[in-house]
């Protein structure tokens, strides 16, 4: 007998599987691929990360820091599985994505309430469900969560940063540094590659000038007001970015502070960082450097970075269309459809973004689930807490301006006695605040 089905095999849909098997109700977790794949995923693994390799900051006075203190204390799985296949990022966790999704998969598959059916969902449950369907919903989904909610999808672009292989980089220019010299190694968790002003500004031509992909018609629909080629604020491709002015990119992902080159022994104008992106530390991934060039083109003008010049692309960067549903007029702050106790939503869908994000709202939708399954009052976590102030924020932001929001202390309360005028005190405080909150809240309700 199935108790919930789960729809999305995605950070949210496998944290919310997980977690309402762990309360002992039996689950079915439906994942389309491989029988119907996205362009953005790359194998058949649940809760494999397209984008970046990273999960952020481990600091505790950093909002992803607070949020992963708050998720290791609920017991998530996906986060004990990304700690299992961690990789040098100085205060960051970043993973072996192979490894991390591979897993993930082990895990759910092994688990004796959990059924995973590789196939497409095209309706909508009428029993209990956990939709975690993520950004590339299929079409045929995307149109019966329409019909249900009687509102257009909300779109935006996101992109994907290219991976090179670390044998082509040429470490005579590039050097390995974290900024301001902040990790125990000698070397560094980063490759950077250095650019003098001249050089700054002769990429930044080629990239403006160069060739982008041309979106297809369906993705240039106007869907609910919003155009399709309306991009979220914090992952821009670099060639809008550019756009915006020529020094742009080199006061964000090029900026160079913290940094300088030994070559020389001073600060370059502006660098490229490199993170290592699995175990073998034989691919690394471009900081920042989402981007929606042709391949010919990001070949051509990425070759141009010092120390790039004859580097070879195991994966180039592209843009894929991520969904997220009008979540401050739908959602309840328990992750549940307003019209519908028993149908609840998780991930990137609602609005929340970042991969901590998802697996946050995965992990309540899953809790959540068993709770309505045994007739106790879902859970709304305080707005103190990070987990609290994400739902909180998807469900109550003004609709007009609605973006997907990320981690971040500026949607919590503000503090009580902000009387600490650093930045990491406030955060310190934040997050001291926000784990006393879920202390207090878990032992109401544990």
């Keep these: ?80 599985c990304a700690e299992s296949a961690a990789l040098p990022a100085g205060s960051a966790l970043a993973v072996d994505r192979e490894y991390f999704a591979r897993s993930v998969t082990e895990r759910i598959q092994n688990h004796p309430r959990i059924k995973t059916i590789r196939k497409e969902a095209t309706e909508i449950p009428s029993g209990l469900t956990v939709i975690a369907s993520g950004p590339l919903t299929s079409q045929a989904l995307s149109q019966k969560i329409a019909e249900l909610t009687g509102e257009d999808h909300l779109f935006f672009f996101d992109a994907i940063a290219p991976i090179v292989a670390y044998e082509s980089i040429n470490m005579k220019t590039a050097f390995r540094a974290s900024r301001y010299g902040k990790e125990d190694n000698d070397e560094g968790d980063y490759i950077n590659c250095p650019l003098n002003k001249e050089e700054y ?54 900026r160079p502070v913290g940094l300088s080159d030994p070559r020389v022994g001073k600060r370059p104008f502006a660098v490229v960082q490199l ?19 042709t391949y010919p083109e990001q070949k051509r003008v990425l070759q141009m970075v010092p120390g790039l010049e004859n580097a070879e692309f195991i994966r180039y960067g592209q843009m894929h269309r991520n969904t997220f549903i009008a979540s ?18 998780a991930g990137q869908l609602t609005g929340v973004e970042g991969y901590m994000g998802n697996i946050a709202t995965g992990l309540l939708a899953g809790w959540n689930a068993a709770r309505i399954h045994k007739n106790q009052k879902p859970l709304e976590f305080p707005q103190t807490t990070m987990l609290g102030a994400l739902c909180h924020y998807v469900t109550h932001a003004h609709l007009k301006d609605f973006q997907p929001m990320k981690a971040n202390f500026g949607i919590m309360p503000p503090l009580e006695s902000p009387n600490r005028v650093g930045k990491r005190e406030r955060g310190k405080a934040y997050a001291e605040r926000a784990s006393v909150d879920i202390e207090a809240f878990l032992s109401r309700h544990e």
């Design 328 to 345: 401050p007029k739908l959602l309840k702050p328990t992750l549940q459809f307003s019209k519908r106790d028993n149908l609840l939503f």
């Design 275 to 293: 993170r290592q992106d699995n175990l073998a530390g034989n691919l690394y991934n471009l900081v920042g450097f989402q981007t929606n060039l």
């Design 1 to 80: 007998m199935t108790d919930l089905i789960v729809i999305g095999g995605g950070l949210a849909g496998s944290e919310a599987a997980w977690q309402a098997a762990q309360h002992g109700l039996n689950v079915e977790l439906y994942e389309m691929r491989p029988a119907l794949t996205t362009g953005a995923h790359e194998t058949d693994y649940l809760a494999e990360l397209v984008c970046s390799n990273s999960l952020g900051s481990n600091q505790p006075d950093r909002a992803s820091g607070a949020l992963k203190n708050e998720l290791r204390r609920l017991g998530s799985l996906l986060l004990e």
């Design 201 to 254: 500004y002769a990429f930044i031509e080629a990239l403006l000038h160069a060739e982008r992909i041309k979106l297809r018609a369906f993705e240039e629909a106007m869907r609910g007001g919003v155009k399709a080629g309306h991009f979220f604020e914090g992952c821009l491709p670099i060639e809008i970015m550019a756009e915006r002015g020529k020094d742009t990119l080199a006061f964000g992902p090029l």
